[in-house]
């Protein structure tokens, strides 16, 4: 034990200064915050297939290069193409009104009326949705559910259990906390086979009000009418740009964010924060004029939010010899810990690593795109910001650059810069 300490410390002290200029230097950059407005006021919102993205890649690319990585490239990558069109929410009895409304990407457009059946679970489905319009009223904090992980299985899978019982339309409780009656979008699919009727995202507000008016047996209609399109798939990429390390060139730590976001908002949070975190890691480090051990690498993906093709495209072909990975996709709040996946031998030397400085290691986890990597032995880390709020924002219009703050921001960029330059250079 001693004996491998002493092998993994060498060095360790010198490394600490690096660690500490790095925060320092993070936490006085202005650069970062005003390249988050680069991306989230000058290109906008970037869903898969869009011009948005495709701009945002071109932005990647020149920022990575003006920076002075030692390499920039272009992973190709064919990404979904849906496009949302206009969208109309009524309620229609027992008053006539319009509702603030979302579709979720990927559902088909059409023309759907009717009673509306408010649910909890799929469990109250039955013949009695037939020719309904269910709502899936399942508020984010359900008792029994563990929050965003679970009712996003309602997402994914409610248009197909609400088809299956005949239901004409589906409407889901935005998955949220602090709505002031703003939709949240997201992705969703349908089950094989499975009859595709139009599914989207109602305020928290409006999915309370329609409970109400069920449990005093008020009927309420709806009519939804989406002119949601999916197209052939496009062609994207993963924007990748590394400082080669001096000893173990072949050995890759990643860090890294998503550059694509809902098509509503400006993707501040999610994940204009991330991406921000991934580039300006790679410009402090080259500022600084050190030289990594092991190869440094920041990618930006492509498609994380509607099919994850740019991390599955990134791990088939470079992700062997992927060291360590880290992403960046929580938003740009205050930091407050380390989520990882890998083996307990690799997430005892995560805590060692930390030891001293870092933010505390809380859990498991890591990160959409990095998860691809997980055949390949890598150490996957997700940076874990204050969620109190996340969900306000979330695949919302509300996600803006002015939501994001500067100095929260600043701080995780300090904690991300920190724990990949000790990845790219502490010796196993
Ligand atoms: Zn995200």
């Known amino acids: 034990m001693w004996v491998l300490s002493l092998v993994l410390w060498a060095g360790w002290g010198e490394q600490m200064e690096t660690v500490q200029t790095l925060m320092e230097t993070a936490r006085k950059d202005t650069l970062a915050y005003e390249r988050l407005g680069e991306l989230c006021l000058g290109i906008g919102h970037r869903l898969s297939g869009s ?13 990575m290069e003006k920076d002075g990585a030692d390499r920039v490239w272009l992973q190709e990558v064919m990404v979904p193409h849906w496009e949302r069109g206009e969208e109309h929410l009524w309620l229609t009895e027992p008053t006539h009104e319009e509702l603030p409304f979302l579709s979720f990407g990927g559902s088909v457009g059409g023309v759907a009326e009717g009673e509306v059946l408010v649910v909890s679970s799929y469990d109250e489905l039955g013949p009695r949705a037939e020719g309904k319009i269910i709502l899936f009223n399942i508020p984010k904090e ?30 889901l409780r935005s998955i949220a906390d602090g709505s002031l009656r703003t939709p949240h979008t997201g992705g969703m699919s349908y089950g094989e086979g499975a009859e595709k009727i139009p599914y989207g995202a109602i305020t928290v507000e409006d999915a309370e009000r329609l409970q109400w008016l069920q449990d005093r047996g008020t009927p309420a209609r709806v009519k939804m009418s989406l002119g949601a399109k999916t197209y052939p798939d496009a062609l994207s990429h993963n924007v990748i740009g590394e400082i ?17 976001a809902w098509d509503v908002g400006q993707g501040a949070h999610d994940d204009g924060a991330g991406v921000i975190h991934a580039l300006e890691t790679l410009r402090l480090i080259r500022e600084l004029g050190i030289q990594p051990k092991r190869t440094i690498r920041a990618v930006l993906w492509t498609n994380e939010e509607n099919g994850s093709r740019g991390g599955k495209s990134y791990a088939d072909a470079f992700g062997e010899g992927t060291f360590a990975a880290i992403e960046s996709d929580l938003g740009g709040f205050q930091p407050i810990g380390w989520v990882s996946t890998g083996t307990g031998e690799q997430k005892a030397w995560l805590d060692r690593l930390l030891e001293g400085w870092g933010l505390p290691h809380i859990g498991n ?18 940076l874990r910001p204050d969620d109190t709020h996340y969900f306000d924002y979330h695949h919302a219009p509300s996600d803006t650059w002015d939501a994001v703050d500067e100095r929260e921001l600043r701080e995780g960029l300090a904690h991300v810069a920190a724990l990949t330059w000790l990845l790219a250079n502490t010796e196993e």
Do not use: C, F, M, N
């Open 142 to 171: 359900t008792p029994g559910l563990e929050g965003y992980g679970d009712v996003v299985g309602y997402r994914y899978g409610g248009a197909t259990a609400a088809a299956e019982w005949g239901a004409t339309g589906a409407l």
């Open 51 to 63: 011009k948005g993205l495709e701009e945002a890649v071109v932005w990647g690319q020149a920022t």
């Open 244 to 260: 080669r390390g001096t000893t173990y060139p072949d050995e890759v730590v990643i860090v890294s964010g998503h550059l694509d």
């Open 365 to 382: 986890g890591g990160g959409v795109d990095i998860g691809h990597l997980e055949p390949h032995g890598t150490l996957l880390i997700g």
